[in-house]
């Protein structure tokens, strides 16, 4: 098996709960559906465990995780497996945390790897395998203060002061469908900005704006 796993295999090794879900839009999508299926989606989880044949413990042995981006500021580019076998590839994190700098003061800061891995498996759902065009990254407290001080969208406290949060598009796919995907995952917050084109990931606490 190759490292790129389709939803229906990331379904099988991960049986995450958000890849059962229908793409319905965000009003409809609220708590009461997902917790009634939760029940159902433990025990198919524990179900499909028992049932992994050999060749899945190797393919999930074997897992590769990639990503391209290309940074909307300073137009470098990046294309990489960042995780392989069962571990992350710090060489490569730090090529990632480097892209992902506050491009306006210089600052590297260390992006959470679950950061990255929600991008991917976004990615995946999405059926993509193009560049992320990355608007915002990590930012320095200097650049996150200036900019809350001139916009509102801006969080005081963001999470891209901790490299825990990430905006982004994906060219030749509909950003609020990306959106829509993204609340479907649950891994954190999501919020859509559609005037500027982009949905924020983050993985801290589920909510969504
Ligand atoms: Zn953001």
Redesign the pocket.
């Known amino acids: 098996m190759t490292g790129k796993l389709g939803p229906k295999a990331l379904l099988e090794y991960h049986a995450r709960p958000y890849l059962r879900l229908p793409a319905v839009t965000p009003l409809r999508f609220r708590q009461p559906m997902l917790r009634t299926s939760r029940r159902g989606f433990l025990r198919q989880a524990g179900a499909a465990a028992m049932l992994l044949p050999i060749g899945a413990v190797w393919a999930r042995s074997s897992e590769r995780r990639s990503l391209s981006l290309v940074h909307t500021h300073t137009g470098e580019r990046l294309s990489t497996v960042y995780f392989e076998g069962n571990q992350y590839l710090a060489s490569e994190l730090t090529r990632i945390n480097w892209l992902l700098r506050d491009f306006r003061t210089g600052d590297v800061h260390p992006i959470d790897p679950a950061v990255l891995d929600i991008l991917a498996d976004l990615r995946t759902l999405a059926d993509r395998d193009g560049a992320y065009e990355v608007i915002?990254g990590y930012r320095s407290p200097k650049t996150n203060a200036e900019l809350h001080r001139r916009s509102s969208g801006v969080a005081e406290h963001?999470l891209?002061l901790e490299g825990r949060?990430i905006?982004v598009r994906l060219p030749g796919f509909p950003t609020e469908r990306l959106h829509e995907f993204a609340l479907g995952m649950r891994r954190g917050g999501v919020?859509f900005y559609p005037s500027s084109d982009f949905v924020?990931l983050d993985n801290g606490r589920i909510r969504h704006w």
Do not use: E
């Open positions: 915002s963001s891209h949060a905006d919020g924020h």
